[in-house]
Each structure stands twice: as C-alpha cells, then as structure tokens.
C-alpha cells in the first residue's frame, strides 16, 4: 500500500522531507549570508515576500521585539535613535550590512551595564513588604517605558515581585519542613536575604547570558528575523545548530527525550518523544517553557534567554541521572518536573492496541503516538501505516464491533502513511491536497481498492494533533468515514519544509559554511478544498479542555500563512449502514457533555486561567500576596476535588500481545502500563458512549 513517490515528513514542531533541495541561485564569493539567505527564500518559500520598505519596517519591529519581548530594556527614546533605520533595512540587506542590528545591539548593550548597577544596588537592602505597592504580569506587554528614569522604576518593581515570590515560596517550604519533621523555622531575615540573593543571582546570569552571544550568534540571531518573516517554520541554522537539530532530544540519546526550541527568550518544548523519559513521567508537556535545570538536587541554573546549545547540554545526561526542570506552563503556572534520564525505548513509540469492554459491546482502541516511518534498509524499515493495519487485523480477529484511532498529541510525521493509513479505511479516492507554490495541485490517494477495516471509526484528537494527524481525521471527516471528537479544534498546521544548504563555502564568521535553511515549501489541503493551515480540523463533538481560553497552536505563532481554500478534489462519500447513526450519536454526545458537571467545571477552570494568563496584578505586600496564592491553590483544590470519575469500563491488552511476550514480565508489565493513561480519561469515556450508538 505504500506509497513511495511520497516521502515527506510533516510534524508540528519541525518537518523534514528525505528530499534536500538545492538552490538555483547563483552566489558569487562577495555575497553576504543576508543576500544568500534572501535569494533562497525568494527562490524556494511557498510565499516569498518582497524585501522592500514594507519588509525593512517587519524586520526592524520584528528584532526589537525578538531583543525585548517583555519591555525591560528599551524605551520610547531609544526608538528616537533608531527610527531613522525603519525603511532602509531592505537596502542593508543588499548591501550585507548589519547597521540597524549593530546600534540597536549597543543600546541594549549599554542598557544592560546600567540596569545591572540599578538591580544591584536595590536589591542591596530589605524591600517593604508591608506596603500597598502591586506589579501586573501581563501575557503581553505593549507599551515600551517612555525614559531610562521610568523603566527603572518598573525594573524597582519587577524586583520587588521577583523576590516577594522566592521569599513566599521559602516560607511556604520552610512551614512543610517544620509540620513534617518537627523542626525550628529559619527566621524571616535569613529567608529574606536568600530571597534577595536569588533574586540577584538570577538577573545577574541572565544579563551574562546576553554579553555571551558572539559575532555569530549575533548574525543567526538577525538571519532568523529576516526568515521569521516569511512563516514562523522558516528558520536559519548554521552548522552546529543544523547538527544539533538532527540529534537534539530525539530519543536516540541518553537524556529527556524532549525537542526543544529558542522560543522568545524561553526553552520551548515542542514535543515529547513517545517512550521517552519526560513521556513516562508524565508532567512535561509540549508548550512548556523551561526556566530553570537542576542536576538532582543541585542548585537549579536558570536558562531563560540562554543559548539552546547550553540549555541542551545542561539537559543531556547519563542515563540513569536526574535532571529537574522548573517549567512555567501554557497557564503561567510554575512546576518542579523531575526526570530520570534514560535511553528511549523505540517499541513505545510505535502503534499499539487494546479492547474496551463496555456493557457487552466489545470497541478497540488504537493509540498512533506519530506517523512514523523509517526509509532505512532500502525501504525495509518500520512504518506506522503498516503497524495499523496489522493492528487493525489482530482487533478484528479478537471480534471488535467498532474501532477508535486515538490521534491526540500526535504531532504528525509521513505524509505517505497518512495517506496509505486512510486507505485502510475506505476503498479508493483522494487523502489530500498538495499545492506548490506556483499553483499546481496534486491529489495523492490510496490506490488500493480493498479496505482493512469497514466498520463504524471514531477519531481522537486535540489540539496538539497536528500535520498528518489533521491530513487524516480531515479526510475521513470530508468522506463521512469517522467521527472527530477532540478540542475545539487541532494544532493548525498545513505546511511542510525542507531543509536547502547555503552555498558559499565559509567566511571567518562561518569557517564550517553557512549552514542550511529549513524553507516552507508546499501547503496542504483538505479533499473539501480548504487547507488545514491555521484553523486545524475542528471535530463533530467538541469536548471542553482548561486550555481552550488561551492561544494554541499556529495561531499562537506570528507571520503564520492565512487560510484559504482550493477546488474540492473528486471524492465520493463512505455510505455504510451506520453512516446513518452519525447524526444522532453527535446530538446525543453533545447533550450528555452540556449536562456534565465536569465538564462545566473545566469551562469554568478554563476562563479562569484564560484571564489570569492575560493579565494579573500581584499584590508585594508579603501577607496578600500569600493570601492571592493560597486562594488559586483553593480554586485549583476545588477543580481537583471535582476531578472526573470514570465509568464502568474495562480496557485490556490484546491476549495475542501478552502471548508474544509470555515470561517476560518487564515485557509483559509494558504491555499494560501504557493503558493507564486512559484510567481516568473523560474523553475516552465520551467517545465510549459515541461508540455504543453507532453500534445500535
């Protein structure tokens, strides 16, 4: 069933196709890193842009943004300076010249020795921590300060809450260690010169992390500006960034089993690695940002505007060895995630089955953690497409009435397996759209006519499903083969890249070469005719999550490609006998989760933290701000005492499963523990239901 011709790979934090595209592009050996940059994006991106006045005004609000996301360090004066570089930065570039960058790197370079004075000096003495005095985080900060004088004047305050925050989390610790062991309380001075001093600590590395980058980090730092521009999956990557791109947090070393991203300053998770360290323990999650390493019980090292290189390094270690990651997640809430490194066990991230027993109906369930595929071995290496079927085999021979294809945070993979697995599920006809970026539209379907499995199918996603995810459950939604149940709606993410050397051998900034770009090169649609890109694939049954009130997915990302709409591609819907029940089983689903008070409970929980995201004022007066948090730990307490109480079913392992490792009882236990993530799923349980009426 596989089809060959199609080997690219789409996932949502990075996409790779096995075809490494050379430019066209002429470079004689004067030509800068910026025009050889510019001429492969105006050469290969789905979407070039022109570099004109229009573009210099992106890319100067761009880097300044990029410098100074939260608003610390440049002011409104500053701009005074800088505004004269607003409409020549296309003209820079021609000419390979870094002049805008450059003065703005030297504000911020001088910003930072005066500012290290001011934080040092205020943190030198004990802050009030009686007074009336508040600091508002906001998710996004607009207004730069408009002098030196007021930005010190927040800096004062941003200090204040750094420390009012460790100085009430030490107490905090300090009154468990005292119920737990008995012991003597340290005093309020010592707390509160520890606070200060991590305080201190902390803007201090943070400010060297700054004065590190060197003229190379500087120069990938201004090239990826200039490439953001184009879509936020359009990146640049010298030489050893390219390296570690293909080796970092891959499950193929001794560490997390993380992909990490530079996201604004923050070490971004963009996924976890199925079978992974961070995957068994549970807690690290994609979107996470992390702040803070610690080496077991070490001091933790904060790795907010690091370099990723140095994050990652910090990360890596020998398997067996505890790393402890302080994450700040998608609500602005702060966690301790500690993780035992170890080596990915590759079996735990391939395609696997169970059977849900549920007031006699007999459901399967397969749980597809990516759209894996290995090329390796002339073509001869595992591929998800083929797992499925011989899946989907085992749970018709164990006498399934229906299926469900579990694809939540499945971030995508093979194009050619998300085309070969919809092919198991109906006869022949169109899987996807593809169109080039001169306008031509391919339409590669199954070409099979036999179907694997011809019963009623359900399909779980979120809205970390992305790519070959919403290929899929957007084509069996289009033929009215399945039924989506999920998230409002999935990642949003309907393009692909490839990576495409820069020509040019090296230079005395690049000794090694240039490096590469990863270019956007095709977007996809669906068989309906509208692209994935941006609005994902929203499902027939919405299922309420905490997170629906805050920004996920692509359009959480700037410069993203806008949706659109192709001609529809020739495609008869799937008419089977319980294609009638569909409409129905959503009234019905629809109906039990408006009358769920759990699900209300999450609604509520959602626009709680939705707000709190976007904007909260914390008091610095120590006693309420201590009350502030002591009541988001009450109303967290009450969603967690509220939390979902499954119904009466009973999920298995396959008896062919066990069989195969018989004697083995790691191998054995293995083929159990992954079914515990679905002991309390109240998603599961809904699609259950779904289930059951379609079986009717």
């Known amino acids: 069933m596989r089809i060959k011709s199609w080997i690219s790979f789409f996932t949502v934090g990075t996409v790779l196709t096995l075809l490494v595209f050379c430019s066209n592009k002429k470079f004689t050996a004067g030509d800068s890193l910026l025009l050889r940059v510019t001429g492969i994006l105006s050469e290969k991106h789905y979407a070039p842009v022109k570099i004109n006045d229009e573009f210099s005004k992106k890319l100067y609000d761009n880097v300044l943004e990029k410098l100074d996301d939260d608003k610390h360090f440049f002011t409104q004066e500053d701009f005074k300076k800088l505004e004269k570089y607003q409409y020549s930065l296309d003209d820079q570039i021609k000419a390979g010249r870094y002049d805008f960058f450059d003065s703005a790197w030297s504000i911020l370079m001088n910003r930072l020795t005066v500012l290290e004075k001011h934080f040092n000096t205020t943190l030198d003495k004990p802050f009030n921590y009686e007074g009336n005095a508040s600091y508002t985080v906001r998710e996004n900060t607009e207004k730069y300060q408009p002098n030196l004088k007021a930005l010190k004047d927040d800096w004062s305050l941003w200090l204040q809450y750094q420390t009012v925050d460790r100085l009430y989390r030490k107490q905090e610790a300090a009154r468990n260690a005292k119920d737990s062991a008995g012991s003597t309380a340290k005093p309020f001075d010592t707390l509160e010169t520890k606070a200060r001093q991590e305080t201190r600590k902390f803007c201090t590395d943070w400010f060297k992390r700054w004065r590190k980058m060197d003229k190379r980090d500087k120069i990938s730092f201004y090239v990826n500006a200039i490439s953001e521009l184009y879509d936020p999956h359009t990146n640049y990557y ?14 193929k070393l001794e560490g997390i089993g993380a992909t990490l991203s530079e996201r604004d300053g923050y070490i971004k998770v963009e996924r976890i690695v199925p079978g992974s360290a961070s995957y068994r323990q549970g807690e690290l999650k994609a979107g996470d940002l992390i702040i ?71 459901i399967g369930i397969i749980q597809l953690p990516s759209f894996y595929a290995d090329f390796s071995e002339r073509g001869r290496g595992r591929h998800s497409s083929e797992d499925v079927y011989m899946e989907l085999l085992k749970l018709k021979e164990a006498g399934v009435e229906g299926v469900m294809l579990d694809l939540r945070n499945n971030g995508g993979g093979s ?9 198991l599920f109906i006869k022949d006809g ?9 306008g031509g539209v391919d339409a590669p379907g199954d070409p ?24 899929l459950a957007a084509a069996m939604q289009d033929y009215k083969r399945a039924l989506i149940v999920g998230s409002k709606s999935t990642f949003g993410k309907g393009t692909v890249q490839t990576f495409i050397p820069i020509g040019g051998g090296s230079s005395t900034d690049f000794p090694k070469g240039y490096g590469q770009l990863k270019v956007t090169i095709q977007k996809f649609y669906r068989i309906n005719g509208g692209t994935t890109q941006l609005n994902g694939v ?28 192709i001609k529809p591609a020739a495609y008869k819907p799937f008419n089977a006998s319980f294609s009638g029940r569909f409409a129905p089983a959503i009234q019905a689903a629809k109906s039990r989760i408006s009358e769920s008070e759990h699900f209300a409970n999450v609604q509520k929980r959602s626009k709680s933290l939705a707000a709190m995201r976007d904007s909260y004022t914390w008091s610095l007066n120590l006693k309420k701000y201590a009350g502030q948090q002591n009541a988001l730990k009450e109303e967290e307490k009450q969603y967690s005492d509220s939390a979902y109480k499954p119904m009466d079913r009973k999920i298995e392992p396959l008896a062919a499963d066990l069989a195969e490792v ?15 993530m679905y002991a309390k799923d109240a998603w599961l349980d809904q699609s259950i239901l779904m289930m059951k009426d379609l079986l009717k």
């Open 415 to 423: 194009l050619a397996d998300a085309i070969d697995m919809g092919g």
């Open 292 to 362: 803070k390493v610690a080496q077991g019980a070490a001091e933790p090292v904060d790795v907010v505007d690091m370099k990723l290189d140095d994050a990652i390094q910090l990360i890596r270690g020998k398997k067996g060895t505890e790393v402890r990651l302080t994450v700040k997640k998608p609500d602005g809430s702060i966690k301790v995630i500690p993780i035992i490194r170890e080596v990915v066990v590759i079996e735990e991230s391939y395609a696997r089955s169970a059977i849900i027993d549920f007031e006699g109906k007999k």
């Open 430 to 438: 169109p899987i996807v759209q593809v169109r080039e970026p001169r």
């Open 538 to 565: 929203t499902p027939d049954v919405i299922i309420p999550d905490i997170y629906d009130g805050i920004p996920q997915g692509e359009q959480e990302m700037k410069h993203h490609l806008a949706y659109d709409k």
């Open 448 to 471: 099979d006519p036999n179907i694997v499995y011809d019963g009623p199918l359900l399909i779980l996603t979120n809205a970390y499903s992305a790519s070959a995810s919403e290929i």
């Open 238 to 251: 010298p030489p050893e960034d390219k390296a570690n791109f293909d080796i970092s947090m891959t499950g």
């Open 662 to 676: 018989k004697g083995d009882a790691t191998r054995e236990a293995q083929r159990k523990e992954w079914l515990k």
